[in-house]
């Protein structure tokens, strides 16, 4: 069982606003990094630490964290945003690594 | 620019010893973990383990049983061993490249090995 728990399935009309939650105790030790995933393709890293982009990641996409809970916002949401979404992070010893389930984001 | 060029054998009978490779284009294997991750068809991503230049591991306890991690410096490769390979172990393989710390992160990422365990 994950010790990350993130919701299975969230949708968002396009252009609205969605956050995507990560619930774990590691969280209040380590960040989360959150991966985009597409259909046949390889996981993206869309952001990480505190609030770090990679290149190339448009700036609709940001963390915030409070307590036990890391949360992906994605201002604006755009149809090529729809994607499997993952959050990941050191678990309570920081001496392994886990993922979140994995949230289904859909874009009505 | 890091690339993560990875191969090994796609598909394996019940039994036997799933091997996989994974060299790193450029750079030096020193001052981060190398890391294994997969994800069977349809289903979600899972951390397999890691290892450092010194050798040392860290592997997921659901697998460790049947786990190995190697590295080679001087070929700038590391590599992944999971023996007694069941159908449940079908899935995409995926080497990658991790930093440590409080803000670490697994940014580099492999190209994939999809492993298919079938009779």
């Known amino acids: 069982s994950s010790e990350l728990t993130q919701d299975p399935a969230v949708s968002v009309a396009l252009g609205q606003t969605v956050r995507i939650t990560c619930q774990g105790d590691?969280?209040?030790?380590?960040?989360a990094s959150w991966y985009q995933q597409k259909p046949g393709r390889a996981p993206v890293l869309v952001v990480y630490?505190?609030?770090n982009r990679p290149s190339g990641i448009p700036d609709r996409f940001s963390v915030s964290d409070s307590g036990d809970t890391s949360s992906l916002t994605i201002a604006g949401a755009q149809a090529e945003d729809e994607a499997d979404y993952y959050c990941?992070?050191?678990?309570?010893?920081?001496?392994?690594?886990?993922f979140g389930g994995g949230t289904k984001l859909t874009i009505l | 620019q890091v690339q993560l060029q990875q191969w090994g054998a796609g598909l394996l009978k019940p039994s036997e010893n799933l091997s996989l490779n994974c060299t790193l284009s450029?750079?030096?294997?020193?001052?981060?973990?190398w890391t294994w991750i997969r994800q069977p068809p349809g289903k979600g991503l899972e951390w397999i383990g890691e290892?450092?230049?010194?050798?040392?591991?860290n592997y997921n306890p659901s697998l460790k049983s049947r786990l190995t991690m190697s590295l080679d410096p001087s070929k700038n490769q590391f590599s992944l061993r999971l023996s007694s390979v069941t159908a449940a172990d079908t899935a995409m393989y995926y080497c990658?490249?991790?930093?440590?710390?409080?803000?670490?992160?697994?940014?580099?990422w492999g190209q994939g090995t999809l492993v298919t365990i079938s009779s």
């Open positions: 450029s750079g030096s294997l020193s001052g981060f973990f």
């Open positions: 990941y992070s050191r678990d309570r010893s920081g001496s392994l690594a886990v």
């Open positions: 630490g505190k609030n």
């Open positions: 990658a490249r991790t930093t440590s710390g409080t803000t670490g992160t697994t940014n580099y």
């Open positions: 590691s969280l209040r030790s380590y960040y």
């Open positions: 290892i450092n230049h010194r050798g040392t591991t």
